[in-house]
């Protein structure tokens, strides 16, 4: 890179030169290295790593393989006795996002810079919606399940604190991230903080929260679809006491029946979304 | 009505007929939803004083003698996460290349995209529990898991971020003769990959919380150890649990925030002391987010 250096010219007129191409060899070396230590260390099993081991996809292909055949052959028959479960998981659903998007207005609002001059209760919130985002739902469920007792409970109360997470940091993050002219404006009229959120913001920032309230709906039915495996009420309960059968033919049917209704509310809130938005 | 009368000034107010009906209907089925669940309801004025009771319980006194093993497994389920990540992004980036409406022909793009739909459709716990059948109760079987659940998101990802790159480097690359490939290659490649690295890190992170989840079901990992201590239940060490997980969660976050804001924004701009990604704007990026 010297001789380059002290071989160019001083610009005098046409003769320019171009200055030489950065070196980024080593750095992209060492990003590779360490990638690649990071991934050598996930693989060793003798310090708690993952086990890779294709060669067990192979061998233990045919334990598997009559089972996912049955997969492929759902049983029908069986559907009627899913409605049930599948109503009780589509009630959770929208219930827990229901009083979920209620209590997140206000702390949504608790959450972003633009609507809480305070600095301090804004970081308490923050650090505790964090620490609840932090716990994946299925812990909540596993834990709750043992609280509570078996039931929809746990459930609902899964669903809640997850939705009530998502909503609070997205939303308030968007608030944070735009321009609140309007908000300047409430305060030269001598508005609260309260009377600006309440009459300026809350209409500004409604199609963020219809979004992400229909978006926890979406997440619901995905998620209380399997609350049940631990025993939070739902279809998941029946999916996987079927599994335990090793009756795979009902299982399949409970598995597209999830994604039909999956898709089916995906859709919805789709065009939902694009009325309200 | 002479044009005095200030009524005749402003316009008249519209309908709000069906938005009210629109509501009223919305809040029926609520009522009928919650009506109809299977809950005491008594039961929920219990549950404050639960959590009191159950929360003093794992949280006064953590157990931390088992500590050394809740981080073992923490890293088995770390590890996961990122073989899992490794496992989606090596296939998602190809296959969503290739479903990408500037890249591949109609009769590829959209099987891809149908694929990716359904993938998406079905929870990474099923598809965890389908795999069990053959790999077995092994944190391999948790991996793989993710990397194939991932690949509906991911792919979905991928395909909207090559769509998103601006069409000038692919017009002057096709000028000067290039076919796809090159195209891809050389306007596609270089105008996504920040992004596209950025996404993997993200499923990275997605999949450090469903790591965890997938113990839960026999995957191993600290998910496995969590339900163990919850069925004994030894509320203290489940507490130690729940602190580890939180805690490693967050500064896994953190650490790879970081790193992705440091791929996306360049140097420099280190400072900036936003927590999480920004606010996109595209709403189908934002929609699967959190996954």
Redo the contacts between chains.
Sequence with gaps: MTATRTDAKPPSGTDWQLPPRPSTRLRTALIIGAVAA??I???LPA???????FG??VS??D???G??LQ?FQPDFAFLPRTVQPM??T???A??GA?AAALLSVPLTLWAAAPTNPNGLSRRILRAIV??IR??????YA??LV????V???PG??TLFLFDLG?IV??VS??I???DHPYIEAGKAAGGTQTQINRVTVLPQVWPLFA?QWL?TL??NV??S??LG??GA?GIGRL??ER?AFYAYDD?SVI?LE??VV??LI?VASNLL?RRL? | MTANDPNTLLPRRPSRLVPTLAAVAVGI??IA??A?????WR??G??PA??VH?GGLMFESPNWEKLPRAL??M??S???A??GA?LCVLVSIPLGMLAAGSVGPVWVRLPLRGVF??IR???E??IA??LL????L???T??LALGIAGIGTQGKWVYETIESVQEGASEAVRAAGGGTAEVTRWALWPAAAPALLSLALYRFEINI??S??LG??GAGGI?SM??NY??Y?QWDT?GML?IV??VV??TM?AISGAIRRRITRGPGIARTT???L??RTT?SR??D???
Aim: aromatic share 4%; net charge neutral; proline share 3%.
């Design positions: 990071f991934t260390a996930t693989c310090i708690g790593g993952v086990q890779l081991d067990a996809l233990h292909w334990n598997g393989s089972l996912l997969l109503l009780e589509l009630q959770m929208l219930v229901v964090n620490v932090a716990v994946p739902d299925l812990v596993t834990i043992a609280m509570v007792g039931g929809a409970l609902l109360l998502i940091k997205l993050e968007a944070d991230s735009a979004n978006y979406e997440l995905r998620i679809a399997i495996i631990v009420g999916l996987d599994r299982v598995v999830i994604l999956v898709v995906e979304r938005v | 089925v609520v939803a919650t109809g669940l299977p809950i005491d039961d929920l219990t549950v639960q959590l159950f073992t497994e890293w088995r770390i590890s996961m990122w073989i490794i739909a359904v459709a079905v929870p716990v099923i529990l389908i059948t053959i790999t077995g092994t944190p391999f948790g991996a919380r469903t965890a989840v839960l079901v998910g969590l339900a919850t069925n239940r489940v729940l997980v939180v969660t967050m976050d936003r927590t999480a920004p606010a709403r934002n929609v987010r959190v996954r």
